[in-house]
């Protein structure tokens, strides 16, 4: 399961099967078109180190993101700067929406 949140502040848990590109891929992992309609563009991926982020639970060691993101001046993404930040520390902003995935998500 992955966490979505859009850069206005909406969130949504999403699962690779219910994606429209979803084709039964080892350990459900998601597909790149449906990764980058989510965030909107190229994707960059994020790893957050082998400790990882954990919510309720479950470890997310990726955040993705539109590598074109700053450049085409996407709003800040609050809620997931605020992770990022509690994992890696420093004070760079998360832009755009994202996409926090567990490692078998990623193919």
Request: glycine fraction near 10%; include cysteine.
């Amino acid at each position: 399961m992955a966490l979505y949140y859009k850069a206005n502040g909406e969130f949504k848990i999403i699962y690779p099967q219910e994606m429209p590109n979803y084709e039964g891929k080892p350990e459900s992992s998601f597909a790149l078109k449906d990764m980058q309609d989510l965030v909107g563009g190229y994707c960059q991926l994020i790893y957050l180190g082998d400790s990882g982020l954990f919510i309720e639970g479950v470890k997310y060691s990726y955040i993705l993101v539109d590598e074109d993101g700053r450049m085409n001046e996407k709003p800040i993404n609050a809620k997931v700067t605020e992770y990022y930040q509690h994992v890696v520390g420093g004070s760079v902003n998360i832009v755009g929406d994202a996409l926090l995935l567990e490692r078998h998500e990623m193919d």
